[in-house]
Nanobody, 126 residues
Framework: QVELVESGGGSVQAGGSLRLSCAATEFTAREHMGWFRQAPGKEREGVAD???????VYADSVKGRFTISKDKDKNTLYLQMNSLKPEDTAMYYCAAAPSLIGLVREVPEARLYNYWGQGTQVTVSS
C-alpha cells in the first residue's frame, strides 16, 4: 500500500511560481507517477506523468511551464510550476500507477492510477 502526501500549494499572483511535493512511502519499481488537478465544477485533468526511466509527458496546457521530477532517494515527486495563470487554479493531486508500465504518449487516464494523495490547493490570482 503506497501512501502519498502532497504539500507546497498556496496562493500566488499570475506569473508566479510554486513547487509542489509529494512524499511517498515507497517508489515501486517500473511505476508511473503523475500529477492531476481538479477545479470546481470540472473533471479531474491529467497534468504530467513520469515513468521509472524519468521520461515525462505533459498536458498541452502546461507544456513549457511545468516540470515533473522525482528524487528516488527521498521517495518524493515534484511539480515545478512557473508562469502560473489564473486558469491553473485547482486542487492538485499526485498519484501512483504501479501496474502501468512502459512509454506513454500522453498523461494516462486517472482510472489507471491506483494510489492518490489528499490534494493541495493552488490558487492563482490575476
Amino acid at each position: 500500500q503506497v501512501e502519498l502526501v502532497e504539500s507546497g500549494g498556496g496562493s500566488v499572483q499570475a506569473g508566479g511560481s510554486l513547487r509542489l511535493s509529494c512524499a511517498a512511502t515507497e517508489f515501486t519499481a517500473r511505476e508511473h507517477m503523475g500529477w492531476f488537478r481538479q477545479a470546481p465544477g470540472k473533471e479531474r485533468e491529467g497534468v504530467a506523468d513520469i515513468d521509472d526511466d524519468d521520461r515525462t509527458v505533459y498536458a498541452d496546457s502546461v507544456k513549457g511551464r511545468f516540470t515533473i521530477s522525482k528524487d528516488k532517494d527521498k521517495n518524493t515527486l515534484y511539480l515545478q510550476m512557473n508562469s502560473l495563470k489564473p486558469e491553473d487554479t485547482a486542487m492538485y493531486y499526485c498519484a501512483a500507477a504501479p501496474s502501468l508500465i512502459g512509454l506513454v504518449r500522453e498523461v494516462p487516464e486517472a482510472r489507471l492510477y491506483n494510489y492518490w494523495g489528499q490534494g493541495t490547493q493552488v490558487t492563482v490570482s490575476s
